[in-house]
């Protein structure tokens, strides 16, 4: 997570010249938030859903029954028409790949009242949920849809590591704000959801760098800086705890302003010395997905039919084929 400059420093050099390079030593790495989000929704869930006697039997139950219609749906033609009858649209399969495509999955069928998903069960020749099991996947899906929001900031082309923390601590009270309209069957969920962020996300929600990324970030200072407490620990850090390079640089009056600024990105460059360090901590990003979207495009540069392609050509290919979204409309035209 930290910016490509670290590479620069003197001292980053130094440690990777005492590195054996036959030892087999690694460089430790950091997590990506997005993966580790995802091991929480497919791992800490699915194993408190699978060890707990409340959820064990409806969740294996419901989702086994989920199972056999998208099964039903994906190799039946016939069987797709009469649940888009239904649902007005297509059923989605979940890949393992996505977790977001479970939730989706989940969604869609609930969508369809009871009453009628259950004549479409029969017709299926597939058995039907009964109440329990449909309120089970209800409530499931209103736990996890601030997860799925979560990793969709997350995962965006155009979010920072400011984002992270903002996003987490949103997550987290949004996740134990739904405890009270929960039944005894997903009561307990919440809790385990916030546990295992605070679990694996320990380092970034104790971290400076973590703080001075979302404080700098005018996108989030209005929002998340509305509690008064986080406000003046954002203020003090910002204007005696910071990094010796900006500690002569910035004054408790250019933070309060910037602070009652507003929330553009452009605001910054009223604010040179907060600007320098939005670029210092917020040049990472808290996703690996951006750099995933990069890899597929390039199996779609580099087909069969082109590949005599050399790297400097295929290189030019991928930039334009990945930035031609970043083109100004009138270029375009051009």
């Not at 393992?96 to 009628?116: D, G, H, V």
């Amino acid at each position: 997570m930290l910016p490509i400059s670290t590479v620069d420093s003197e001292s980053f050099r130094r440690i990777v010249e005492k590195i054996p390079t036959k030892s087999g030593v690694k460089l430790p790495q950091r997590k990506c938030a997005s993966h580790t989000i995802n091991l929480i929704s497919t791992s800490d869930v699915d194993k408190h859903l699978n060890s707990c006697a409340d959820t064990k039997a409806v969740y294996r139950s419901s989702i086994a029954k989920c199972t056999a219609l998208w099964t039903k749906a994906s190799r039946s033609t016939l069987a797709s028409e009469q649940v888009e009858e239904v649902s007005r649209r297509k059923l989605m399969v979940p890949t393992s790949t996505r977790w977001n495509s479970l939730y989706e999955a989940i969604s869609r069928i609930i969508t369809i009242p009871l009453n009628e998903l259950n004549p479409l069960c029969v017709k299926l020749g597939i058995k039907c949920l009964n109440e329990r099991e449909y309120q089970f996947l209800k409530e499931y899906c209103t736990l996890m849809k601030p997860l799925t929001v979560a990793l969709d900031i997350l995962q965006g082309d155009e979010c920072t590591y400011g984002a992270l923390l903002p996003t987490l601590t949103s997550l987290m009270s949004k996740t134990l704000a739904l405890k009270d309209d929960l039944s005894r069957i997903t009561a307990s969920l919440p809790d385990v959801i916030v546990k295992a962020i605070k679990t694996r996300f320990d380092a970034v929600l104790d971290s400076q760098e973590g703080l001075l990324a979302a404080a700098t970030c005018p996108k989030f200072k209005l929002r998340w800086l509305r509690d008064e407490r986080r406000r003046e620990h954002v203020k003090e850090l910002l204007t005696t705890e910071c990094q010796p390079a900006h500690r002569k640089l910035l004054s408790r009056k250019e933070v309060s302003d910037y602070l009652r600024s507003g929330y553009e990105l452009e605001i910054l460059n009223q604010f040179p010395n907060l600007k320098k360090m939005y670029m210092k901590y917020n040049t990472p990003t808290p996703s690996s997905a951006p750099v995933e979207r990069l890899f597929s495009l390039g199996g779609l540069v580099l087909s069969p039919k082109r590949n005599r392609l050399s790297d400097r050509r295929f290189e030019k290919l991928l930039l334009m084929r990945y930035n031609h979204c970043f083109t100004p409309k009138e270029n375009k035209k051009t």
